[in-house]
């Protein structure tokens, strides 16, 4: 009896230095001083490692776990795909840290309300960001309405853009494409009083979409609908002279990527690569009826509204770059996608306005995963799209709002 309760004895004695060994050898870590402040760290191979205060910034934000839970292996190897997840966590941490919104504490993905909902004038169309105030074209009032971005408060609006489609913010201005036959590039001083839009320049039939290459204006012009009428004006915002090219269907969307202007034709279903001189540079064939795309700094996300489709290009290598020959990188589908027609970018996420499904839909633009679709209110047609660096602002025409997301 005395016997056996010695060894029970033993045993439970041996169990328990056993288990406050294995409890002590996790509880132990290398430790050492960064900025003069003592910084300890789970594992046991680094104490005095010349790198010590990089590994520590490397474990604390996220970017590495080590090879165990108590080692990190600092002289292993790495390999290419160890590598890729090193990077890209890297780039998806200091987005995530380093934007605004983490800033300002919203980290929510994005949400419409009631609350958030702004009304401006009749049929709004394109819009745009200057930073602080946000600018919406309205065709039906041929306005522009101007709205804070900091608690969507309707401001004014200038009037006397005829049937005001495209937006830019250049050059300290605000400059809008209206009218039809002829179209017109319209203008105002944001920082004077609201009034009338000076005519800058005539343009071709139904001016659309806008954008700069920093110092020409470039706007697609739609022409008759879906004829071979369609052209590219370019303005000299100076002293309004116009360029036009022309051989095209009926463009829409454009944009400028640093380096090159990029447009579609709608009814073609091309993405055009021009020049400086507006002659084609490549096409790229992309969905069914392209409306307005998105450039996240390396791809072009390219909105297909009748097939339910974003088609993503790249263009950019991997310095930023311009490639010689760009190429459809996928095409995406699902997600929500409901006639699709604007893209836009915050810097992380692109999201779309889905026309017919009355809500957005986002992607993560690094790795292009699909982050959900979100519903608007029906009968809202989300139609265009821009980021003010906080928030997402989608027009409403079905309901003449302007949203914030």
């Known amino acids: 009896m005395n016997r056996g309760r010695i060894i029970d004895r033993a045993m439970v004695l041996s169990i328990v230095l056993a288990l406050m060994a294995a409890g002590s050898s996790r509880l132990r870590a290398d430790s050492g001083t960064c900025s003069g402040q003592m910084i300890a760290l789970p594992f046991m191979d680094v104490a005095a490692n010349p790198f010590f205060c990089d590994i520590a910034e490397a474990y604390f934000c996220g970017l590495t776990n080590g ?48 609350g958030a909902m702004t009304d401006v004038d009749t049929f709004p169309y ?47 201005r605000i400059y809008v ?8 590039l319209y203008r105002f001083d944001p920082s004077q009083a609201a009034g009338d839009v000076v005519t800058v320049a005539d343009l ?15 706007t697609a012009c739609n022409g008759s609908t879906f004829s071979n009428g369609g052209s590219i004006c370019r303005i000299n915002p100076t002293n309004g002279n116009v360029t036009k090219f022309s ?8 944009l400028y990527d640093g380096s090159n202007i990029w447009m579609i034709d709608l009814p073609a279903s091309v993405l055009y690569k021009l020049n400086t001189n507006g002659t084609i540079a490549q096409s790229i064939t992309v969905g069914a009826t392209p409306y307005y795309p998105a450039f996240d700094g390396t791809n072009i996300w390219v909105p297909n509204k009748n097939n339910n489709s974003v088609t993503v290009v790249r263009v950019k290598d991997s310095v930023g770059a311009p490639l010689a020959s760009a190429f459809v990188l996928t095409t ?74």
Request: proline share 4%.
């Open 67 to 114: 090879t165990s839970s108590s080692t990190y292996s600092p002289s292993s190897i790495v390999t290419r795909d160890q590598m890729a997840a090193f990077i890209t966590r890297t780039q998806d941490s200091a987005i995530r840290r380093m934007n605004r919104r983490a800033a300002l504490g919203q980290w929510t993905q994005g949400v419409f309300a009631g």
């Open 126 to 172: 394109l819009v745009k960001s200057d930073g602080v105030d946000i600018w919406v074209a309205s065709a039906a009032t041929s306005t522009v309405s101007r709205v804070r971005a900091s608690d969507g408060h309707f401001i004014e609006s200038w009037t006397g853009a005829s049937g005001a489609r495209g937006v830019l913010v250049a050059r300290g």
């Open 177 to 184: 494409t209206g009218g039809s036959t002829p179209g017109h």
């Open 204 to 218: 071709e039939p139904y001016p659309d979409s806008l954008t700069t290459d920093g110092f020409f204006i470039w």
């Open 247 to 254: 051989g095209f269907v009926s463009p829409n969307g454009i």
């Open 332 to 405: 995406l589908t699902g997600n929500g996608l409901d006639n699709p027609i604007c893209a836009s970018f915050d810097g992380q996420r692109i999201l779309v306005t889905n026309n017919s499904g009355d809500g957005v839909s986002l992607w993560k633009a690094t790795d292009l995963s699909p982050l959900g679709a979100f519903s608007a209110p029906s009968g809202s047609h989300p139609y265009g799209a821009c980021f003010d660096g906080v928030n997402f602002w989608i027009t409403l025409q079905g309901t003449n709002k302007l949203a914030r997301f």
